[in-house]
């Protein structure tokens, strides 16, 4: 049960904060607990909402998204974030098994994602104050300061949802990852 109570409808959640979850069930088919969590603060909502659909128009491709998300949330031990995002890594990113398995681990099979999570673990767990060299081997990958720039922004997204669901306790809404505790 959650440390903080969410609406288990849209009806029974802050009124401006309803048109939002109800735009969310459009686009996910439902209103994830997430959402409903974030949705008890309607500007928490609003912000969340912008900055995801801001994220979804950056130059990163979803797979690396979701590559950075289940790095990030593996190491802040979130269990409802690798759950949705090991739901949406093999859903909709269509990613096999072993790069999850991967990923959750701190690396890719793929180089050049690889370094973007490299990189966004070391932001992650320096707080910011990387190595020059870190910066640097994420250049030599291939990412431009631009993409820097936004893997740097999915790390703070993600710590964020981690955080939110950690202090609340969520209920997992996804498919339970493996490894996780319900």
């Not at 939002?20 to 928490?44: D, H, I, M």
């Not at 759950?83 to 959750?104: D, F, V």
């Not at 370094?115 to 707080?127: C, E, G, H, Q, S």
Request: hydrophobic fraction near 45%; aromatic fraction near 8%; charged fraction near 20%.
């Amino acid at each position: 049960m959650s440390r903080i109570p969410y609406p288990s409808t849209i009806d029974a959640a802050p009124e401006a904060s309803r048109p939002l979850l109800e735009q969310v069930t459009k686009q996910l088919g439902s209103a994830p607990n997430l959402f409903r969590l974030a949705g008890v603060n309607p500007a928490a909502l609003e912000g969340y909402l912008g900055l995801f659909g801001a994220l979804g128009k950056g130059q990163l491709p979803a797979a690396t998204r979701e590559r950075i998300a289940l790095a990030i949330s593996e190491f802040n031990g979130c269990g409802y974030c690798l759950s949705a995002h090991t739901y949406l890594a093999t859903n909709i990113a269509k990613l096999p098994a072993e790069e999850i398995s991967a990923n959750r681990q701190g690396r890719s099979t793929d180089a050049k994602a690889n370094a973007a999570i490299v990189f966004a673990l070391a932001v992650a767990k320096n707080r910011g104050h990387i190595a020059d060299s870190d910066l640097a081997a994420v250049r030599a990958a291939g990412y431009d300061n631009a993409q820097v720039i936004e893997i740097v922004l999915h790390v703070a997204f993600n710590i964020w949802t981690n955080y939110l669901n950690e202090v609340a306790k969520t209920e997992i809404d996804f498919p339970v990852a493996e490894g996780v505790a319900a």
